[in-house]
């Protein structure tokens, strides 16, 4: 092992940044391929949505539209005008709106404040508490159906937007919670102690000191609730119909009810507005959620 | 009138008996340390004295007042924690009138108390700053500054300084030391440093497994360890415990180990009761300091061992011979050469050492 010479240690050398080098471009060769592949589909959506139903039927999937043609968009959300039959997305676009923004609210509020209670404060049964509500998270939606719309009906509030709000809030508590009370734990029990000894009481402690301290996890959980309540399908067609359904479920009827000629371009630019909430909360919440993270504020 | 007085308290969290059976009483401005391994008990304490944690058993007086069942905020307490605790949301200023403004004390009292407190910390330039934006050492004295302007009858810290790098756990000791001799307030500290606790203390409370071990001066814990627990916990390194028995002739006192024909006379030994020492079983305890290299004094007793090893730690060496097959460990000088494998005089200054019954591992 003596003889390795300096010369040899140089070869070596170049070989291994000729492998580096090698390996670098066949990361971006895979990365790019990847990319493609999930940017395929919304390409064809938004080209498609741009295209007269001319266009659609003579060319590809993949040709480019013949110019910025937003027709199809102003359907889509708008409607023709014609009477009966005529189905568009706005007034359900606002129903969902209407649904999500409590719902979030709620579910949100309400986990925060059980992982709260869970993380800093001890009552008897509160590890079975806790493990109900983890089981919550497993109950498949079909399982509760039945006994949700039959809740629903007791209560009188079975195909409204009030009715959705409630099964959205309910069903998202165990996940919330659950995003909290792992978030609490990381915070010092000693700040409660010393907010204790401070004379703050069991909300203040809780807006004051806790709250504040949270825009991580809240905006986690936004984001999740969000899309969740945004992109149900089935609670929402299982709970309302006609005009109090929210975006997916009208979106589904648009799409299938056409009566007469099947108009991909209106489809799409449905399907694409349908989808743009979920991705502004992505892109907005997004950021405060890698400043709150990398600010430090958990710490000291 | 005594400032904090705990009787039989006792508490479990579940089956897991965590203190039992304390008695712990303060004077007025006396600085109490509890010291003592990790799940001694010593912060469940604190915290009850805090009022944080329930008791199972017994009563907290603070100034002759049973606060037992009184809360944190009404027992006329501060306490400062070992991860400061301060609120990251809150600046400086908001983090340390944070209680009186719960308290609802009027505006003007608030700030003239943020404004003596400040100065006197020296935090009066941060006052604007988040926690986040401050060093370890400033976030310590803002948590002391909080506690500071509640002027509280009792001080409370857990480990305050265990948080901070070795250098500035000195600085910070001597300021705490410097505030309670200024303030002359009643402190109650937690601690598992023995150093932190032999200069901090007026008294020190040596805890373990939920029991007070001794409740002592600082001088008569380290000299007089009233069992074998305390006088291994204090003491870097740990006093030589040497096994075996007392013989009893003629009114004279020695001490033999089995086997061998070495007999150190126990002259002058404080002996709690001078009875049944012959042939008694016990451990003869010795300070690694209490063994010299030249005589000290005409007490000295002489003595011939093997060094087996020296471990060398820049200002001092400690060296481990063998006494009839027992380890015993002595401090010198680094200057001091002694070769290993080898006999060398030895001296035990028998004015400095203490006798434990081997069975009770009481001091007798």
């Given at each position: 092992m003596q003889d390795k010479t300096h010369s040899s240690y140089k070869q070596l050398e170049q070989k291994s940044k000729y492998t580096n080098m090698f390996l670098r471009w066949f990361l971006y060769f895979v990365l790019v391929i990847f990319a493609l592949y999930f940017i395929f589909p919304l390409y064809v959506m938004v080209v498609t949505s741009l295209k007269t139903m001319e266009e659609i039927r003579q060319?590809?999937?993949?040709?480019?539209?013949?110019?910025?043609?937003?027709?199809?968009?102003?359907?889509?959300?708008?409607?023709?005008?014609?009477?009966?039959?005529?189905?568009?997305?706005k007034p359900y676009f606002w129903n969902s709106i209407k649904m999500v923004v409590p719902a979030v609210f709620f579910s949100t509020f309400i986990g925060a404040m059980a992982g709260y209670v869970l993380t800093k404060w001890r009552f008897k049964g509160d590890k079975w508490v806790f493990l109900f509500l983890l089981f919550g998270c497993f109950i498949p939606y079909q399982a509760i159906l039945?006994?949700?719309?039959?809740?629903?009906?007791?209560?009188?509030?079975s195909n409204s937007v009030i009715g959705l709000v409630l099964v959205h809030t309910v069903y998202g508590i165990p996940f919330t919670t659950l995003f909290f009370r792992n978030f609490y734990v990381s915070i010092p029990s000693e700040l409660v102690k010393a907010a204790r000894i401070d004379g703050a009481g069991f909300f203040k402690i809780f807006f004051k000191i806790l709250l504040p301290v949270s825009t991580p996890i809240i905006v986690v959980t936004i984001i999740w609730q969000f899309t969740q309540i945004w992109n149900d399908f089935l609670f929402g067609?299982?709970?309302?119909?006609?005009?109090?359904?929210?975006?997916?479920?009208?979106?589904?009827?648009?799409?299938?009810?056409?009566?007469?000629?099947?108009?991909?371009?209106?489809?799409?630019?449905?399907?694409?507005?349908?989808?743009?909430?979920?991705?502004?909360?992505?892109?907005?919440?997004?950021?405060?959620?890698?400043?709150?993270?990398?600010?430090?504020?958990?710490?000291? | 009138m005594k400032t904090l007085k705990i009787e039989e308290l006792s508490k479990n969290f579940g089956s897991t008996e965590v203190l039992r059976k304390i008695n712990l009483e303060i004077d007025e401005g006396n600085f109490l340390v509890l010291l003592g391994p990790s799940g001694c008990g010593k912060s469940t304490l604190l915290n009850i004295i805090a009022g944080l944690e329930t008791i199972n058993e017994g009563n907290v007086h603070i100034d002759d007042y049973n606060v037992s069942k009184v809360e944190p905020k009404d027992r006329n307490i501060a306490m400062v924690f070992q991860s400061y605790a301060l609120y990251p949301s809150m600046n400086v200023r908001e983090n340390m009138i944070f209680g009186l403004k719960q308290a609802k004390v009027s505006k003007e009292k608030i700030e003239e108390?943020?404004?003596?407190?400040?100065?006197?910390?020296?935090?009066?330039?941060?006052?604007e700053r988040k926690p986040s934006q401050l060093s370890g050492g400033q976030r310590q004295r803002v948590?002391?500054?909080?506690?500071?302007?509640?002027?509280?009858?009792?001080?409370?810290?857990?480990?305050?300084?265990?948080?901070?790098?070795?250098?500035?756990?000195?600085?910070?000791?001597?300021?705490?030391?410097?505030?309670?001799?200024?303030?002359?307030?009643?402190?109650?500290?937690?601690?598992?440093?023995?150093?932190?606790?032999?200069?901090?203390?007026?008294?020190?409370?040596?805890?373990?497994?939920?029991?007070?071990q001794q409740n002592d001066t600082p001088e008569n814990i380290y000299n007089k360890p009233s069992n074998t627990f305390v006088?291994?916990?204090?003491?870097?390194?740990?006093?030589?415990?040497?096994?075996?028995?007392?013989?009893?002739?003629?009114?004279k006192v020695s001490f033999v180990t089995r086997g061998s024909n070495i007999e150190i006379p126990i002259n002058g030994y404080d002996f709690k009761e001078k009875s049944n020492l012959d042939s008694r079983e016990v451990f003869f305890g010795i300070r690694p300091e209490h063994i010299f290299f030249k005589k000290s004094n005409e007490e000295d007793f002489e003595i011939n061992?093997?060094?087996?090893?020296?471990?060398?730690?820049?200002?001092?060496?400690?060296?481990?011979?063998?006494?009839?097959?027992?380890?015993?460990?002595?401090?010198?000088?680094?200057?001091?050469?002694?070769?290993?494998?080898?006999?060398?005089?030895?001296?035990?200054?028998?004015?400095?050492?203490?006798?434990?019954?081997?069975?009770?591992?009481?001091?007798?």
């Open positions: 060319g590809t999937l993949l040709t480019w539209p013949s110019g910025l043609n937003f027709d199809s968009w102003l359907v889509a959300w708008g409607g023709r005008g014609y009477g009966a039959g005529d189905t568009f997305l039945l006994p949700m719309a039959r809740t629903l009906g007791v209560l009188g509030i067609s299982t709970f309302s119909f006609g005009e109090a359904a929210p975006i997916q479920v009208a979106l589904n009827n648009m799409v299938l009810s056409s009566t007469s000629v099947k108009e991909y371009n209106v489809d799409m630019a449905s399907a694409i507005i349908a989808g743009i909430p979920t991705l502004i909360v992505y892109v907005l919440a997004g950021k405060y959620f890698i400043r709150g993270l990398t600010s430090g504020a958990v710490k000291g | 108390q943020l404004e003596k407190v400040s100065k006197f910390l020296q935090v009066d330039a941060l006052l948590a002391i500054g909080r506690a500071l302007v509640r002027e509280p009858r009792i001080f409370l810290f857990d480990e305050p300084l265990s948080n901070l790098d070795a250098k500035l756990r000195v600085e910070m000791r001597r300021e705490i030391k410097k505030l309670h001799q200024q303030l002359k307030t009643t402190v109650v500290y937690v601690t598992h440093d023995q150093t932190e606790a032999m200069s901090l203390g007026t008294n020190i409370a040596i805890m373990n497994h939920g029991v007070i006088a291994d916990f204090i003491g870097s390194p740990s006093m030589n415990l040497i096994k075996g028995n007392l013989k009893e002739s003629s009114n061992l093997r060094a087996d090893l020296s471990e060398y730690i820049g200002h001092e060496q400690i060296m481990t011979f063998n006494f009839e097959n027992q380890e015993v460990l002595a401090k010198f000088p680094s200057t001091v050469k002694i070769d290993l494998s080898k006999n060398t005089k030895l001296f035990f200054d028998l004015t400095q050492i203490s006798l434990f019954d081997a069975k009770t591992e009481e001091r007798i």
